[in-house]
């Protein structure tokens, strides 16, 4: 293959990169460098990517339609994989035009770029923030969502409606996948396991909103790459049994399919907290507040069409994850 992972210096497209270009695909990283977080821990991702002769990173925005378009058209990619976005449900409420120009305006160009170029097949990160209101655990991608609580999830919601659109008029397969609160090495310093790490290393007081019971679906970094990988090569094929009597949400009698990618298990944000503390080797000083607009209380992914279609099911324990993100932390951060 030979693949576009649009963010590719963010934390997922990092390690997506980094997986692909090991097993010896062809892997352009696009990436602007947004100063959203600390560039400089972009660039040490980058550092490691450019050692291998598979990668080449371009510096390019996603709204950026012309040098989109001449992108496209020179590197003929069989494979996109659309990671690039404007991140973060709290950030929305504070900056919403930054989602719509990242995640709607870019994305539209991502998409224009696919069907005049004939890719083969176009993943695109959705995030489990969709099903904003839904209550009914666990969340499934057969069920409607169209109750979204942030303008974050609603850009998410509206990739997936786009790239339908997209799948209808011009053929273009494409998957989306919902992601379910990923941590990790190399993670992203405004996610709640980067700040309370070192808050809590420097004895500074945490955050801890709804007052310590959100419970999440906190997926590994290795499961989500694993499971991006796997769809990649599996090219979303119309389902012969869908009716528009009763329309399935998440296939289509186009080449049209959308996933959750989640551990399909539910962790306490206090059970979290206790697992970096036991780790880290001190108390966390808890700050207790209530919930944050636009948050959900509770995620956990259904993820029975993963394991059904693809074969894989994230299965990294948060006492293994938390561990190797704080190693690699204290590593980074010589601490």
């Given at each position: ?104 305006v870019g994305y539209a160009n991502v ?174 000083i808890c700050n207790y507040m209530d ?45």
């Amino acid at each position: 293959m030979k693949i576009l992972v649009t963010g590719a210096a963010g934390f997922i497209g990092f390690h997506l990169s980094r997986r692909l270009t090991a097993e010896g695909h062809e892997v352009v990283g696009l990436d602007n460098l947004d100063p959203y977080y600390d560039v400089n821990l972009k660039k040490a991702r980058l550092a490691i990517l450019e050692q291998s002769s598979k990668f080449k990173h371009v510096n390019i925005s996603l709204q950026d339609a012309l040098p989109m378009a001449e992108l496209f058209k020179s590197e003929k990619f069989t494979h996109v994989v659309n990671l690039a976005a404007q991140a973060g449900v709290r950030y929305s409420i504070e900056n919403p035009m930054s989602y719509v120009n990242s995640n709607l305006v870019g994305y539209a160009n991502v998409l224009e770029g696919c069907r005049h170029n004939d890719v083969e097949h176009l993943v695109y990160a959705s995030s489990s923030s969709v099903y904003g209101m839904n209550t009914k655990m666990p969340l499934n991608p057969h069920e409607g969502v169209n109750h979204p609580m942030s303008l974050y999830a609603a850009t998410k919601k509206s990739n997936e409606m786009m790239a339908h659109s997209y799948s209808n008029l011009y053929d273009l397969p494409t998957t989306g996948l919902r992601f379910f609160t990923v941590y990790g090495p190399w993670g992203r310093p405004d996610m709640a396991l980067f700040l309370f790490t070192k808050n809590i290393i420097e004895e500074k007081p945490i955050n801890v909103f709804n007052h310590g019971k959100m419970r999440r679906d906190f997926t590994y970094i290795d499961d989500i790459v694993e499971g991006v990988i796997r769809v990649t090569k599996r090219t979303a094929v119309p389902n012969p049994n869908w009716d528009g009597d009763n329309p399935d949400p998440c296939t289509s009698k186009v080449p049209f399919q959308i996933y959750n990618i989640g551990n399909n298990s539910v962790v306490e944000l206090s059970r979290y907290i206790e697992v970096i503390e036991e780790v880290v080797g001190k108390k966390a000083i808890c700050n207790y507040m209530d919930m944050q607009p636009g948050d959900v209380p509770a995620t956990e992914a259904n993820v029975d069409d993963l394991m059904n279609d693809v074969g894989f099911k994230p299965d990294t324990t948060i006492e293994v994850g938390i561990k190797n993100f704080i190693d690699w932390y204290r590593e980074y951060y010589n601490v």
